[in-house]
């Protein structure tokens, strides 16, 4: 079992930036890909960013130049760097990791972008 815990979300005025952090714990060996998704009311959840363990990185049109997606193989955290937000970036954003094939979720961080 692998746990996951987002900290970072908050509210941020358009333009503004935050830094999303996902600890992972547990079985955290074999984890192969480590991503962030988002949720916004109404809509679907949809890929921002994923990493894989062997570096290779792909974001998500809507956010692409925005981002950026990181991890810390020492601390077993995930972040995402996000810069100038906008109000249609408000949502809930996921960490997602999979771990042998089997995926993950944590709990979610809510970021709202609004003056």
């Known amino acids: 079992q692998v746990q996951l815990v987002e900290s970072g979300g908050g509210l941020v005025q358009p333009g503004g930036s935050l830094r999303l952090s996902c600890a992972a714990s547990g079985s955290t060996f074999g984890i192969d890909y480590m991503a962030w998704y988002r949720q916004a009311p109404g809509k679907l959840r949809a890929l921002v960013a994923g990493?894989?363990?062997?570096?290779?990185?792909n974001y998500s049109d809507s956010m692409k130049g925005r981002v950026t997606i990181s991890r810390d193989k020492d601390k077993n955290t995930v972040y995402l760097e996000m810069n100038n937000l906008k109000p249609e970036d408000t949502a809930v954003y996921y960490c997602?990791?999979?771990?042998?094939?089997?995926?993950?979720w944590g709990q979610g961080t809510q970021v709202t972008v609004s003056s």
């Open positions: 997602y990791v999979t771990r042998i094939g089997r995926p993950y």
């Open positions: 990493m894989t363990i062997s570096g290779h990185i």
